[in-house]
């Protein structure tokens, strides 16, 4: 149980365009779901919270008009990245709560993005 | 604000113990996480422990947190070629924090 599956795996777009990532959480209610990048050789870095419904908290640093989530519903959140650039390629990855597991919270499998 | 910390690098010969270790700020960390990232991979959760643990042990993995000293560790019994991969640390409160990684090398 708790799955949590993220689309695509792989894209690559063109500089300008807008690129969004899904989150799913396949086998239960996600009231809780971030989003975090990863940079080659360094950690996940959080870019962003979102709750069912609410607008989504961001990190210092994120740019909210670029890195557009939403979280509409309990099982799905979506990031799109807008007028996307090269430094924008990178490894995107989500995770989910729902603040019963016992666990505390499941991955996605990520995304990665390559903007040329 | 909070962090992990641990070291980016280990190198263990095959069939020996690989011990990571990390450490954390957070004191109201609830769960403590250990994932393996392979290349090109996602994060692959391997075990967790409740903060109110001191040792869980699963198969070849054993952790071990000193909740006083904020410090876990993983220790891989009889490391295989197969497990060399980049492992983080994370820490979860209110939001889930996780250390930089340690990469595992395998030595013959």
């Known amino acids: 149980g708790a799955v949590v599956s993220q689309h695509p795996s792989r894209v690559i777009c063109k500089s300008g365009t807008s690129v969004k990532i899904e989150c799913r959480s396949l086998?239960?209610?996600?009231?809780?779901m971030f989003w975090y990048r990863q940079f080659p050789k360094q950690s996940l870095m959080l870019m962003a919270t979102?709750?069912?419904?609410?607008?989504?908290?961001?990190e210092q640093g994120v740019e909210k008009d670029k890195f557009l989530i939403n979280h509409a519903s309990l099982t799905l959140s979506t990031l799109t990245v807008t007028s996307a650039h090269p430094e924008d390629s990178s490894f995107y990855i989500c995770s989910a709560s729902s603040g019963t597991l016992n666990y505390g919270y499941t991955f996605g499998s990520g995304t990665r993005l390559t903007v040329v | 604000g909070e962090d992990v910390e641990q070291s980016l690098f280990l190198s263990v010969r095959e069939g020996d113990s690989s011990v990571i270790n990390c450490t954390y700020t957070d004191s109201s960390s609830t769960y403590l996480y250990w994932y393996k990232q392979e290349p090109g991979a996602g994060l692959q959760l391997l075990t967790y422990?409740?903060?109110?643990?001191d040792m869980k042990q699963d198969q070849r993995l054993t952790v071990l947190l000193n909740k006083k000293d904020k410090h876990l560790s993983l220790r891989i019994a009889d490391t295989q070629t197969g497990d060399s991969a980049i492992y983080f640390c994370a820490a979860s409160g209110d939001k889930i924090i996780f250390g930089k990684g340690t990469r595992l090398h395998i030595l013959p």
């Open positions: 979102s709750n069912e419904g609410s607008k989504a908290t961001y």
């Open positions: 086998d239960f209610q996600a009231t809780t």
């Open positions: 422990i409740f903060s109110n643990m």
